[in-house]
């Protein structure tokens, strides 16, 4: 079998069974990184099959210098983001710009690094708090959790899939971290569970 590079230049010259052999190579990732997303199969389902008609479409903007399958991540990560937000109408504030006041500009606060949030209950119903609380959080923030605590990526490989900076992807991760804490706290409040530590 090619190896993916040969496939993608394959696929730059528009072989589409070259590009068929790179899906079916790439499908299991892309989608679960899609279900970790979307939380759902049909929403999961749809994500991942437009991350490979974006990815055909935008091959002549893949350097093959870079890794693929990160390459998909960055598309199926961004075009989660930007359908939710066309879908909202939200209005997205960065993480790194300041909040202004009448009195100046104040710097956005953001949680110590403490234990992964993730961790913060046990149990089929504490997991589904955790589920909740997680898709209740805005999509930024959702995607910086998945990639960190479900599929592993560093802290670099999370800037070039976010296009930001190493810095900016731990402020945004740390702010995640902590507002989940918040929502998991609440969560197992409404529902009546104890968390670790609770008296």
């Known amino acids: 079998m090619d190896t993916v ?6 696929s730059q010259n528009k072989d589409r069974d070259a ?7 790439y499908q299991d990732r892309v989608y679960a990184l899609s279900f970790r997303l979307a939380g759902n199969h049909d ?3 749809d994500l991942a099959q437009d991350v490979f008609v974006r990815a055909y479409t935008n091959l002549d903007g893949f350097r ?5 399958g990160t390459w998909l991540h960055r598309i199926a990560v961004n075009h989660w983001i930007n359908t939710r937000q066309k879908e909202k109408r939200l209005v997205t504030v960065s993480l790194d710009e300041p909040v202004r006041t009448e009195g100046g500009e104040v710097a956005r606060g953001l949680a110590a ?6 961790e913060a209950v046990a149990g089929d119903e504490s997991q589904d708090v955790v589920r ?14 998945v990639l960190r605590e479900i599929e592993g990526y560093n802290y670099e490989d999370m800037a070039l899939i976010l296009n930001c900076s190493a810095g900016t992807v731990k402020s945004r991760l740390n702010r995640a971290r902590q507002l989940l804490r918040e929502k998991v706290v609440a ?3 409404e529902r009546g569970l104890k968390l670790p ?3």
Do not use: C, W, Y
């Open 5 to 10: 590079k040969t496939l993608v230049k394959k």
């Open 19 to 25: 590009f068929a052999q790179l899906i079916e190579m």
């Open 43 to 45: 929403d999961a389902q």
């Open 64 to 68: 093959n210098s870079a890794d693929f």
């Open 113 to 118: 690094a403490g234990a992964d949030p993730l």
């Open 132 to 145: 909740s609380a997680l898709r209740d959080l805005n999509r930024e923030h959702q995607a910086v959790l």
């Open 187 to 189: 969560l197992a409040g």
């Open 197 to 199: 530590g609770q008296g």
